[in-house]
């Protein structure tokens, strides 16, 4: 079965400064995965996905990500994050199996200072 | 934008009663799910439905849980008797055809006392 771990259980950054959080997955084939965003009291709110092809996606709110197979890595980040990304991070995987459901990481939770 | 609307946002209920989680999907949309997140937690899985019927179903969603497509536009959660360990915010999520991209409501608190 596919696991995915996020080793960060919460990151502060300061508002302008880079981010990037980390998720690994364990899986035979490759994947499909995902990030999803939370801010509290919401649902979850895809921000990128990675099918196939460039390993390097784009999502909304000026998110990208690289999937990088040999690390089994599928890293988020954002040049400049703003007080506005302050969330809950989760990445996601499905198989290509046509098992549908999602497996999520236990989250990253991302505090912005001023 | 289309989008998955979840009711009601907040559901107290008493252990042993039952309750039943509501959700319209994105319209076009043949794919639906149910996820849960305990306090704290991560998000998990529990079922999947497509063509009503179940097609995918975790540990979790055992006997005191049921799904059903009453209608062409609702997807519901039932549980049959609810236990404290119930408590949690359920999600409901839709997908088109194809390859897996799924959207998610806003989520129902379930509060079981």
């Known amino acids: 079965a596919q696991s995915v771990t996020q080793p960060d259980i919460h990151i502060t950054v300061s508002e302008g400064a880079s981010l990037e959080l980390r998720c690994n997955y364990s899986y035979g084939a490759t994947p499909y995965l995902f990030w999803y965003v939370q801010s509290p009291g919401q649902g979850l709110q895809l921000l990128l996905k990675?099918?196939?092809?460039?390993?390097l996606v784009q999502g909304i709110k000026g998110f990208e990500a690289e999937f990088k197979r040999s690390q089994s890595s599928f890293n988020l980040r954002k040049p400049s994050v703003h007080w506005s990304d302050a969330a809950e991070y989760f990445c996601?995987?499905?198989?290509?199996?046509?098992?549908?459901?999602?497996?999520f990481g236990s989250g990253t939770r991302l505090q912005v200072q001023p | 934008e289309p989008e998955v609307t979840q009711t009601p946002s907040h559901q107290v209920t008493q252990m042993g009663q039952e309750v039943i989680l509501r959700c319209v999907p994105i319209?076009?949309?043949?794919?639906f799910y149910w996820y849960r997140q305990i306090l704290g937690q991560k998000v998990e899985f529990l079922v999947s439905f497509y063509n009503n019927e179940i097609s995918e179903k975790s540990e979790i969603f055992d006997d005191q849980f049921s799904v059903e497509r009453p209608d062409g536009s609702n997807f519901t959660l039932k549980i049959r008797s609810t236990k404290l360990e119930d408590s949690a915010m359920y999600f409901c999520?839709?997908?088109?055809?194809?390859?897996?991209?799924?959207?998610f409501g806003p989520g129902t608190r379930l509060t079981v006392l």
């Open positions: 999520a839709s997908s088109g055809p194809g390859i897996n991209e799924q959207f």
């Open positions: 996601a995987v499905a198989t290509d199996t046509g098992r549908r459901a999602l497996t």
């Open positions: 319209s076009n949309h043949l794919y």
């Open positions: 990675y099918f196939s092809g460039d390993t």
